[in-house]
């Protein structure tokens, strides 16, 4: 069992920066890949971003360039750094916690956290 809680989100202006956090209990961090995913208003959810047990992280085209995602396992936290925000960035982003065997995904996620509001403004 992984219990998941992220942290950050919040009310942003565009062109701006946020940097989300997502703090992991129950098993031990070091044997879950971490991931972020976004859901915006009535679309599906969207990976973002993962990272493996080993530090190799994986980036779908459609993000790569203004997201970073970082873990720190000393903290078992896992990190999304994203960068010049857009209107349409706004969502729910979630952070998931899995097994790290699918490729190129890292998947599956099992453990989901219950998210956090990023809001941008134009």
């Known amino acids: 069992q992984v219990n998941l809680a992220e942290f950050g989100g919040g009310l942003v202006q565009a062109g701006g920066s946020l940097r989300l956090s997502c703090a992991a209990s129950?098993?031990?961090?070091?044997?879950?890949?971490m991931a972020w995913f976004r859901q915006k208003a009535r679309k599906s959810r969207e990976l973002i971003a993962a990272?493996?047990?080993?530090?190799?992280?994986f980036y779908p085209d459609s993000m790569k360039g203004r997201f970073t995602i970082s873990r720190d396992n000393a903290k078992n936290t896992v990190y999304l750094q994203i960068n010049a925000l857009k209107p349409e960035d706004t969502a729910i982003y979630y952070c998931?916690?899995?097994?790290?065997?699918?490729?190129?995904?890292?998947?599956?996620?099992?453990?989901w956290g219950q998210g956090t509001q990023v809001t941008v403004s134009a």
């Open positions: 129950g098993r031990t961090f070091t044997t879950v890949a």
């Open positions: 990272v493996r047990q080993s530090g190799t992280t």
């Open positions: 998931a916690a899995g097994e790290g065997t699918d490729y190129p995904t890292f998947g599956p996620y099992n453990y």
